[in-house]
């Protein structure tokens, strides 16, 4: 069936067809039925007519046969029957004798009885019906006047056959169907040859040209298009209909072209997004049952985070490249979603909303970020595109900096500000004398609420700097607290091979370096106020020289670099200074030193002198330079005073030199510039280009200046000269006794100490629990301040933990709350021991905790040793030490074994030295343990010291020392 939906002739075809075919069974049926109805028409007529005639006179008995013969010949059809009836019904008279005198109803059909029912017949009916075997019959039954012997009513009745009749109905309907069908095959064909021949290729040309003009040629067109009928009429108006498409669409395509150089020219940005996406995301959210989206959008952030990702940006001009700072178009297509989103995610959410709601438009004012991080302040309008505004799917953005006009509206204001400032002194001068004071003092007073104000946010930037810093201390400390607490605790094994202790032993070094570089850098901001102080105390120099040997040496080693640590003259062990200063300077000068050096070595050079007069003012000088005027240097003071420098004063040279890459001239005076690197830092890629600028400020604040002399390709020297004090060496020995001893276990005869720790962080809590039960404490730990105000109440510990910095109830909190219990209950007994635990690093810290009224401030990371040494003073706890060997390698005048000068060496017979020189030369080593043998007789410190440079192959440094022994002095 498929070739007659898609043919139209065909189905033209039919349409007539049945169309003509319908109307004429329609007319054929309608005049079959007028034709059968007039036939019966004429039928009844001429029983009516005899019926009338006989009515309108007296039968006679002699003449009523004649009559009824008339009645057949005027009917002119076959009389079946004639009756002639009496008013009771009684047959009068019969054209069949035989049934004259017998009832009428014995011959009638029942639709013929209907009409005897009737009292009185005063007109003609008439009755057509059909027997059982199919004879049709018509009959009528009239009123009649008999007049024989007397005068007597009664009713004529007539029965005729119908069958002629019904056979001419029958002959007229067929020849009509016979007709009809002729007519209906003679029109069809002549309709149809009609149709395929004037009206189908009319309409084939026509449909063809439309096709042409869908796939958008539009230079065809209907030839012929002359016809005066309809359908010439419709071909006029096609090819019309082409003409405007072809003139629309050149139109079209001019305004897209000026469309497209308009939005590629327009001064300001404009691009075009699709956002179809996002209306069948809100299209989802209703059939899932979402029924209000603006309010879904506001609450639901990762709604917006979805539609973000839908976002389609589809061009973008030239000014939007320029207003984002990118380098093509296509870089930003690609990031202009992420980077508009990023810039304001509330303006993304309210543009959201505002499409949710069903409007087409959205303003925005807000500050855009560019692709390489510059601002812009910028008015954002979005809008609909007039046919997409139920599918979303093109909508028009437009971008205004407005960055010029606010700075201008800013300038516009201090200028009308100044301009105001201006008139109010013009019209002050105007004014009389006598006001002219007031004037002053006004302007003294605006002057001090300027400064004033100023005063406050300068405070307040302070307070927000030392809130980062405190934080960053914070978050430093607490896992270095982990690292060293958790590697003292392994140092207790007693199972650890020596190279694993002493690998330990370098990690808890470095992590407390670590922690002096941490404590340092954060201090910058003091430096950069002039509020840094020194910190000087007494320490043991060689040991310091040793500890950086260690951390250097491994670096050095892994280049294959020998590291030398000279001193050039006597030198004092035990100083006071600022020890982590220093350390932290040296560290930082030597690492330099071997990152920038591939062959040669590296040397640290030490010296000292006494200082003279001369030297001592130009020093003090430049201390009173560099130092502000409110340090308060505990004993530092006593070096710069004006009486003569006494002996135990010295200055301290210390020298680094390297063989490595140089520093080009021309880079030399940005060497101290913090976070730029030289051209050779570069090439190693490594560092922030700080730490000189740190050693720099540090070495001023000892009261030095710190030197740099180099050679491009040859190598560096870094030198500076600080001012220290001799220190009493049995102070420094009882200190580093009371640390260096470790506590085994608590003493017998003690209470059963309980320490409650208070931490949220389980690392320290961990860490603190099996440092103190390692020694027989009894711990339990509370993770929090309500935690631990409730353990507090039901252990009754001896003595608290408590970290400061702690979600909800801070450590300080806490401290309050366990005193206003104390206070309480006044039977308690004792008063129980608080001791802040925390990594902050600043004096604040320390100063709420007392007046929190904590007895004690132990700051992360600690050493296990300061744990034990705060509870032992508070508590009066007494322990039981770990016995120790007393250090092997140790002179009568106190000199480190591995630190040898030449007037040490000399001490020992010259003919030792030159024995060992000799094997030193030749790199003979049995010929070296033998010589350090035969010193071990005489000395066993400087053997000591020769073993071990000889046991890490430090030949060419013992070959220097000897020769400068074995040099006259």
């Not at 004012?365 to 510059?374: D, P, V």
Request: charged share 25%; with cysteine; hydrophobic share 40%.
């Amino acid at each position: 069936m498929k070739w007659i939906v898609e043919s139209l002739p065909i189905k033209i075809s039919l349409i007539i067809l049945c169309s003509g075919s319908a109307a004429l069974i329609l007319l054929g049926y309608h005049y079959v039925n007028r034709f059968k109805h007039e036939i019966d028409e004429r039928i009844v007529g001429k029983l009516h007519i005899p019926a009338y005639l006989m009515s309108q006179r007296v039968l006679n008995l002699d003449t009523v046969a004649d009559d009824v013969s008339a009645l057949e010949n005027l009917v002119g059809e076959e009389i079946v029957q004639a009756f002639i009836v009496k008013k009771d019904g009684t047959i009068f008279f019969a054209s069949d004798v035989e049934r004259e005198g017998q009832e009428l109803t014995h011959y009638l059909h029942k639709k013929e009885r209907i009409h005897l029912t009737k009292e009185t017949i005063t007109e003609s009916h008439i009755t057509d019906y059909t027997n059982q075997d199919g004879s049709s019959f018509l009959s009528i039954l009239a009123p009649l006047r008999l007049q024989f012997e007397e005068s007597i009513d009664g009713y004529l009745y007539l029965k005729i056959n119908a069958a002629n009749i019904q056979q001419k109905k029958d002959e007229i309907v067929s020849l009509f169907f016979l007709g009809s069908t002729l007519t209906i095959v003679v029109t069809t064909l002549l309709e149809v040859i009609f149709v395929h021949v004037l009206i189908i290729p009319r309409v084939s040309k026509t449909v063809s040209v439309l096709e042409q003009v869908e796939k958008g040629n539009l230079a065809v067109k209907i030839q012929h298009a002359d016809s005066p009928d309809e359908l010439g009429h419709l071909q006029r108006r096609v090819n019309s209909m082409i003409s405007e498409i072809e003139n629309a669409s050149y139109a079209l395509r001019q305004s897209e072209e000026r469309y497209r150089v308009l939005f590629e020219e327009a001064p300001i940005s404009l691009w075009e997004e699709d956002l179809s996406e996002i209306r069948h995301y809100f299209d989802h959210l209703k059939a899932s049952g979402v029924v209000d989206l603006p309010t879904h959008l506001s609450q639901s952030p990762d709604a917006v985070q979805h539609c973000a990702k839908l976002v389609n940006v589809l061009d973008v001009n030239k000014a939007t490249v320029k207003l984002f700072d990118a380098d093509n178009k296509q870089d930003l297509l690609a990031d202009l979603p992420r980077v508009l989103i990023e810039a304001s995610q509330e303006r993304f959410r309210e543009e959201l909303i505002v499409l949710a709601k069903g409007d087409d438009r959205f303003t925005h004012e807000f500050e855009q970020r560019t692709l390489r991080g510059g601002e812009r302040q910028v008015i954002l309008h979005l809008e609909v595109a007039p046919d997409y505004k139920t599918s979303l799917g093109k909508v028009l953005i437009s971008l205004i900096d407005i960055t010029k006009r606010k700075q201008a509206e800013d300038e516009l204001q201090q200028y009308q500000d100044h301009l105001e400032d201006l008139v109010q002194v013009r019209t002050a001068e105007l004014k009389s004398a006598n006001k002219h004071l007031q004037q002053e003092i006004a302007e003294r007073t605006r002057v001090e609420q300027e400064l004033r104000t100023a005063k406050d946010a300068a405070e307040a930037a302070n307070h927000a700097k030392s809130i980062f810093l405190a934080n960053m201390s914070h978050e430093l400390r607490t896992p270095l607290n982990a690292i060293l607490g958790f590697a003292q605790l392994t140092a207790r094994e007693q199972s650890l091979a020596a190279v694993q202790r002493e690998n330990l032993n370098i990690i808890i070094r470095s992590g407390e370096h670590l922690l002096t570089l941490i404590n340092d850098i954060l201090n910058m901001s003091k430096i950069e106020a002039g509020r840094m102080t020194l910190m000087p105390h007494s320490f043991d120099l060689y040991q310091m020289l040793r500890s950086l040997e260690e951390m250097v040496s491994l670096r050095a080693a892994r280049k294959n670099l020998p590291l030398v640590v000279s001193c050039i003259s006597e030198i004092p062990q035990y100083i006071t200074a600022d020890e982590a200063k220093l350390r932290q300077v040296l560290l930082n000068l030597l690492s330099n030193a071997v990152k920038f050096t591939e062959q040669g070595e590296v040397q640290l050079l030490v010296s000292s002198r006494q200082k003279a007069g001369g030297k001592r003012q130009k020093t003090e000088n430049r201390r009173q330079k560099t130092a502000s005027s409110k340090q308060s240097v505990e004993g530092g003071r006593q070096a710069i005073d004006d009486s003569p420098l006494r002996p135990t004063t010295f200055c301290l040279q210390f020298t680094v030199k390297d063989t490595g890459l140089g520093i080009a001239p021309e880079e030399m005076p940005l060497l101290f510039e913090a976070f730029v690197q030289t051209q050779s830092g570069r090439k190693v890629r490594e560092g922030t280009g700080l730490g000189l600028a740190i050693c720099r400020k540090f070495v001023q604040l000892m009261g030095g200046e710190l030197e740099v002399n180099s050679q491009e390709g040859i190598g560096t020297t870094c030198s500076f000269e600080i001012q220290v004090e001799a220190a009493n060496q049995s102070t420094i020995l009882r200190q580093q006794s009371t640390y260096s001893k470790r506590v085994v276990s608590l003493s017998p005869g003690q209470p059963e100490y309980r320490i409650l720790v208070v931490d949220d962080q389980y690392e320290n809590r961990t860490l603190l629990r099996r440092v103190l039960q390692t020694v027989g404490f009894r711990v339990q730990e509370a993770v929090h301040g309500e935690e631990a105000v409730a353990r507090f109440v039901e252990w009754q510990p001896h003595a608290v933990l408590l970290d400061i910095r702690m979600p909800g109830m801070d450590g300080h909190s806490v401290a309050r709350r366990i005193r206003a219990i104390e206070a309480q209950e006044s039977g308690r007994g004792s008063r129980t021991i608080l001791v802040t635990v925390s990594a902050s690093a600043f004096d604040e810290d320390l100063e709420r905790s007392r007046a929190a009224d904590c007895d004690d401030f132990v700051q992360k990371p600690f050493r296990e040793a300061e744990i034990f040494h705060v509870l032992e003073q508070h508590l009066g706890v007494r322990y039981m030490y770990e016995e120790t060997e007393e250090p092997k390698i140790q002179s009568k005048g106190g000199v480190p074994g591995h630190i040898l000068t030449p007037s040490v060496l000399r001490s020992l017979p010259l003919e030792l030295l030159e024995n060992l020189d000799l094997a030193v030369d030749r790199l003979n080593l049995d010929d070296i343990t033998a010589v350090i043998s035969a010193i071990r007789a005489h000395n066993v410190v400087i053997a000591e010291a020769l073993t071990a440079l000889a046991e890490r192959f430090r030949y060419r440094e013992i070959r220097k020392v000897l020769r400068s022994a074995l040099e006259k002095p």
